[in-house]
């Protein structure tokens, strides 16, 4: 069976609902009943209401990629034979969380991205003439220079 070529409402309303729901383009497009990336790619440079759409199915995959997060950290590894955990496990559970966090905080910064404060001093010579100012930076130079 040969893979949608042509833009159909029914074929990008499914993929707009799987990414919604966290599942990758590229994911989707290894499906054989779906187009290809670069149709799909082809579909989204041409088509504004099919743009806006497949916009708004990415921040719900951002949402539904954030409560994976949370499922992750919340999920018990599989304990070993005697009642300890895994530490592979462990460590493959934290590496897919770490994933998800960075991931969200790349796509969506503002809101899972890490706070950066900055805080600086300004000062202002509001009292001063340009004239003022230029000479006394002339004067600065002029000391620069040895003269």
């Known amino acids: 069976m040969a893979r949608p070529s042509e833009y159909t409402l029914e074929t990008a309303e499914a993929i ?6 966290g ?14 990336k670069t149709t799909v790619l082809r579909w989204l440079a041409r088509n504004e209401e099919f743009r806006t759409q497949y916009a708004r199915s990415k921040e719900e995959s951002a949402e539904a990629i954030a409560e994976e997060y949370f499922d992750i950290l919340d999920e018990l590894p599989p304990a070993k034979a005697d009642g300890s955990l895994d ?15 960075w991931y969200l905080s790349k796509i969506m910064p503002k809101k899972y991205g890490d706070k950066v404060q ?9 009292e001063e003439t340009d004239e003022q100012v230029l000479k006394a930076r002339a ?8 003269g």
């Open 16 to 21: 707009c609902i799987r990414l919604a729901s």
């Open 23 to 36: 599942e990758s383009l590229r994911a989707i497009c290894a499906d054989d009943a779906m187009p290809d």
């Open 87 to 101: 530490s592979a496990a462990v460590a493959w559970a934290k590496n897919r969380a770490d994933g998800r966090k």
């Open 118 to 126: 900055t805080d600086s001093t300004v000062t202002h010579r509001f």
């Open 139 to 146: 004067l600065e130079l002029a000391a620069k220079i040895g």
